[in-house]
């Protein structure tokens, strides 16, 4: 019945179609190190990501973030066959998406867009301990 109305709704506007289209990287890819002597073991890992189309309300406040490479790097120590000990960091180079322009930004506390296809929170530094049973 949508069809009678008069002018016809729009079901999905320009940013929803964009989003859906070009909101997310056009190329990903991965590269992975697996290395292990003995008890110790360390994983390197590279992910690249390519451009992601932000979409604004017209094709003049749209913007582009460009291709970033994200490193990843994690050593391991197995204890014994139960206890496996880890420490890493996702993003050990802090890197960062392209911050949104300013003239888009209108109060400044978020910097960065959400269409990050790896976040906007830098780097993530932790350890972890694993238990088999």
Do not use: C, H
Request: hydrophobic content about 35%; proline content about 8%; overall charge negative.
């Amino acid at each position: 019945m949508l069809a009678g109305l008069s002018p016809a709704p729009i079901l999905f506007g320009r940013v929803n179609v964009l989003t859906l289209e070009e909101g997310a990287p056009k190329d990903k890819f991965t590269g992975q190190v697996n290395w292990e002597n003995g008890p110790f073991e360390a994983t390197f890992r590279a992910v690249r990501y390519g451009e992601v189309l932000v979409p604004g309300t017209t094709a003049a406040t749209d913007f582009t973030l460009s291709p970033k490479t994200i490193l990843d790097l994690e050593g391991r120590y197995t204890w014994n066959e139960r206890i496996t000990l880890a420490v890493g960091a996702d993003n050990i180079l802090d890197e960062y998406p392209d911050a949104s322009p300013i003239g888009l930004n209108g109060t400044g506390n978020t910097p960065f867009s959400t269409y990050s296809p790896f976040g906007y929170s830098g780097r993530f530094v932790y350890t972890k301990a694993t238990l088999n049973f």
